[in-house]
């Protein structure tokens, strides 16, 4: 007997547990295609950044001004540089609408904003779109001095909060690792409006080029290894959090690590980077070995497999917290 693939996220029904997360291959619709036809179950856009927005927005007030000086040019049509320009948003919003008309499996919208506004303005945008749901990337580095942590929460509540008046549709919120208190962060997310978690956030750190001592952003793709992290939460907060959808990110590179996440109470999982090193077609890969798992150990279905291994669910709870680590390292060694 064949498993059955299908699962729930954000109160969208979807095909399999295999969603293309935000990234480059997101933002092409040939990509898109091809995610698709291998069994992404769902597709996030590439995210919406606002300063990308404000930068082109005031590129294009320069091309307009471009011969003010001169009263003759007063009344000439656009230049053809700036009629052709397309703005930051419009650009997300076409993504959206032709991701929409051409494929199948959900669409979900990324933002990233930094302004008061801008969160509710840009999702408003994508939804109006098209877009089935839309997923808030919280990455921000809090790195105020005077800025208290219960403040830096605080306001991304209020954006959760903001957003969550504005739209209509299913919300995700994705978050970092860097809480005093995860859990608290968490459920206060969902009780500000959030349909779901994404974990986690992966942050690319800079590094120093030493030849031109300059300060260079880095792109280090995950491995399997970076998998684990988000495991612990999603096992800790999955009994925390009955209700709410949740996601794992960062680290999903095979059927294996797929089968990891919902063992320990994710609903799907999200990968970019093993399609970035091995294309949309690795999506079928990992889908083939799910199954043949879940075949193998007779599971009918990616349902009945979900959250079995939650902090709630295994015999040793502990696991998840503090007793790994002492037992790892009263161990090293022998």
């Known amino acids: 007997m064949t498993a059955d693939l299908t699962t729930r996220y954000l109160g969208l029904e979807l095909s399999g547990p295999v969603i293309a997360s935000a990234g480059p291959l997101t933002g092409s619709l040939e990509n898109l295609r091809a995610l698709e036809d291998a069994g992404a179950a769902a597709v996030v856009l590439p995210s919406l950044f606002e300063e990308d927005v ?34 930051g948003p419009e650009r997300h919003v076409r993504l959206v609408e032709r991701a929409k008309a051409a494929l199948r499996i959900p669409v979900i919208a990324s933002v990233n904003a ?13 939804v109006d779109a098209g877009a089935d749901a839309i997923e808030l990337n919280m990455y921000a580095v809090a790195a105020d001095p005077h800025e208290s942590a219960a403040l830096v929460e605080a306001r991304k509540l209020d954006v959760v909060a903001a957003v969550r008046a504005a739209v ?28 779901g978690l994404v974990l986690f956030n992966r942050f690319y750190a800079p590094d120093i080029d030493l ?3 300059a300060v260079r952003p880095v792109l280090t793709l995950s491995e399997s290894d970076d998998l684990r992290l988000p495991l612990r939460w999603l096992g800790i907060l999955r009994p925390q959090l ?13 059927g294996a690590d ?13 990968t970019t980077s093993a399609v970035l090193r091995r294309g949309p077609g690795h999506v079928a890969a990992m889908l083939t070995e799910l199954r043949a798992w879940l ?22 709870p502990a696991g998840f917290e503090r007793a790994q680590y002492r037992t790892i ?6």
């Open 54 to 87: 404000i930068e082109e927005e005031l590129h294009l007030a320069d091309l307009l001004d471009d011969g003010e000086e001169f009263p003759e040019f007063a009344s000439a049509p656009l230049s053809e540089a700036a009629a052709d320009y397309v703005l």
């Open 114 to 126: 930094v302004n008061p506004g801008g969160w509710e303005r840009y999702a408003t945008l994508l």
């Open 168 to 195: 209509s549709v299913p919300l995700a919120v994705k978050l970092s690792p860097f809480y005093t208190s995860v859990a608290h962060v968490a459920a206060a997310v969902v009780s500000q409006g959030a349909d």
């Open 211 to 213: 030849g031109t001592l």
């Open 242 to 254: 009955p209700t709410a959808s949740l996601a794992a990110s960062s680290g999903v590179h095979s």
């Open 258 to 270: 797929v089968l990891k996440a919902l063992l320990v109470g994710a609903d799907v999982a999200c």
């Open 295 to 316: 075949e193998s150990n007779d599971y009918s279905s990616v349902r009945q497999l979900q959250g079995s291994m939650s902090a709630a669910s295994v015999p040793d």
């Open 329 to 334: 390292v009263t161990t090293l060694g022998r």
